[in-house]
C-alpha cells in the first residue's frame, strides 16, 4: 500500500521557523514536491527534490526563505521554512512520483498525494 503522509505543521508567528516532514512507503519515489493553497487561491508548487543526485528546484516566492531536502534511505522528504510571513499561511502538501523527473519540476503532475498539513502564520 502507498503512502505519502505529511508532518510538522502548525501556528507560528511571523518571522518564525517550522520544518515539514513527509514520509512515504509502499514505492521509492524519485521525485517529490511540496505543494501549498491557501483559502481561495490555486494550489502552487514551492519546492521540489529529485532524490538521483539531490535536484532541488524552488518557487521565486520562497527562495532563500525554504531549504527542501531528503533522506533517500528513509524515502523521506523534508520543507525547511524559515522568516515566515502571514503569505505563507496555507495547507501544505507533499506530492510524490516514482518516475525520475530531470528537470524537478515544482509545477508537474503528481501521481501520489499526502493529505496535507496546515501551516497558519500569526502577524
Known amino acids: 500500500q502507498v503512502q505519502v503522509v505529511e508532518s510538522g505543521g502548525g501556528l507560528v508567528q511571523a518571522g518564525g521557523s517550522l520544518r515539514l516532514s513527509c514520509t512515504t512507503s509502499?514505492?521509492?519515489?524519485?521525485?517529490m514536491a511540496w505543494f501549498r493553497q491557501a483559502p481561495g487561491k490555486e494550489r502552487e508548487g514551492v519546492a521540489c527534490?529529485?532524490?538521483?543526485?539531490?535536484?532541488?528546484n524552488y518557487a521565486d516566492s520562497v527562495k532563500g526563505r525554504f531549504t527542501v531536502s531528503g533522506d533517500n534511505s528513509k524515502n523521506a522528504m523534508y520543507l525547511q521554512m524559515n522568516n515566515l510571513s502571514p503569505e505563507d499561511t496555507a495547507m501544505y502538501y507533499c506530492?510524490?512520483?516514482?518516475?525520475?523527473?530531470?528537470?524537478?519540476?515544482?509545477?508537474?503532475?503528481?501521481?501520489?498525494w499526502g493529505q496535507g498539513t496546515q501551516v497558519t502564520v500569526s502577524f
Open positions: 506530492a510524490a512520483d516514482n518516475r525520475v523527473l530531470w528537470d524537478c519540476p515544482i509545477n508537474g503532475e503528481y501521481d501520489y
Open positions: 509502499g514505492l521509492t519515489f524519485y521525485t
Open positions: 527534490y529529485g532524490r538521483i543526485g539531490t535536484a532541488t
